[in-house]
T-cell receptor, first 116, second 118 residues
């Protein structure tokens, strides 16, 4: 009964490779997000999709590309991986704001990416 | 300027005691939301409690309560009767513009590592 799931949980790869992380939510939410947590535990938004449409795109290298095939899925593709991409990537989902607490974001378990 | 400030990188508390984790925020929005998340050593992000800027009452969820002081722009998390399982990193986060209907990201503080001592 996992609400927000991500695969894989761990990803170890060489510099220069291309990799994808998948995210699925079964909460019926219409908005999904990708966050990056760096080695100092700082969390920062990367992207947000609402109803399959990109609505937030922070300053992220264009090697990162989100793709949302439907409202329940938001995948993250990373091309030409670099050492600095090593981090934990979290997917999250929420409803759009509309009332008290209804926009709470629920997070997936995270994907620890290590680039060698 | 930092939008969310957590000034306590680490805190210790004795089991069964209460502890307050500090959070101050900065926004020019009138309508915003404040959240606390817990990240145990296993790594997942667990939602704890929410406070809306227009909520008149402080939020409570079980042993968690939020001490919201709007004029001081602070939203401190109070954990009562600490348990060993409360040892974790705690993040304060803000979502601005909740009345606009647009999805806005969470801005996180740097976190406080809480250790509960037996």
């Amino acid at each position: 009964d996992t609400a927000v799931s991500q695969t894989p949980k761990y990803l170890v790869t060489q510099m220069g490779n291309d990799k994808s992380i998948k995210c699925e939510q079964n909460l019926g939410h219409d908005t999904m997000y990708w966050y990056k947590q760096d080695s100092k535990k700082f969390l920062k938004i990367m992207f947000s999709y609402n109803n399959k449409e990109l609505i937030i795109n922070e300053t992220v290298p264009n090697r990162f590309s989100p793709k949302s095939p439907d409202k329940a899925h938001l995948n993250l593709h990373i091309n030409s991986l670099e050492l600095g991409d090593s981090a934990v990537y979290f997917c999250a989902s929420s409803r759009l704001a509309g009332g008290r607490g209804t926009d709470t974001q629920y997070f997936g378990p995270g994907t620890r990416l290590t680039v060698l | 300027a930092q939008k969310i400030t957590q000034t306590q990188p680490g805190m210790f508390v004795q089991e069964k005691e209460a502890v307050t984790l500090d959070c101050t925020y900065d926004t020019s929005d009138q309508s915003y939301g404040l959240f606390w998340y817990k990240q145990p050593s296993s790594g997942e992000m667990i939602f704890l409690i929410y406070q809306g800027s227009y909520d008149e009452q402080n939020a409570t969820e079980g042993r968690y309560s939020l001490n919201f002081q709007k004029a001081r722009k602070s939203a401190n998390l109070v954990i009562s009767a600490s348990q060993l399982g409360d040892s974790a990193m705690y993040f304060c986060a803000m979502r601005e513009g909740i009345s606009s209907g647009s999805a806005r990201q969470l801005t996180f503080g740097s976190g406080t590592q809480l250790t509960v001592l037996p």
